[in-house]
């Protein structure tokens, strides 16, 4: 059984930075895609950047590109958001996801191709 466990949510001002970490445990083989969702009140869940574990291949939301940084550490058990520069329209809950699959999943991200999912963490940048 595949979990995932957020951490590293926060209060920051405009401008400002905040790494969000996913504690990844249960899944087995390289053929697996992880990454992070947000949901703002009254909007959609949007996919922000996944990975695909296999290659390494990213996909990042144009919102974020150049901002923010999705990366795993070596033994592959713990997923990361580097999130810089930060503004009010981040103001979100993170969701860590996951899901067996690679091109797809990592083109395309939906959350309702995602199976397995975090809490969520909660993120809220003043301006």
């Known amino acids: 059984q595949v979990q995932l466990v957020e951490s590293g949510g926060g209060s920051v001002q405009a401008g400002g930075s905040l790494r969000l970490s996913c504690a990844a445990s249960?899944?087995?083989?390289?053929?697996?895609?992880m990454g992070w969702f947000r949901q703002a009140p009254g909007k959609e869940r949007e996919g922000v950047a996944i990975i695909y574990i296999g290659d390494g291949t990213t996909y990042y939301a144009d919102s974020v590109k150049g901002r923010f940084t999705i990366s795993q550490d070596n033994a592959k058990t713990t997923l990361y958001l580097q999130m810089n520069s930060l503004k009010p329209e981040d103001t979100a809950m993170y969701y860590c996801?996951?899901?067996?699959?690679?091109?797809?999943?990592?083109?395309?991200?939906?959350?309702?191709?995602?199976?397995?999912w975090g809490q969520g963490t909660q993120v809220t940048v003043s301006s």
């Open positions: 249960g899944y087995t083989g390289s053929r697996f895609s």
């Open positions: 996801a996951a899901e067996y699959g690679g091109s797809r999943l990592v083109r395309s991200p939906r959350a309702r191709d995602f199976g397995y």
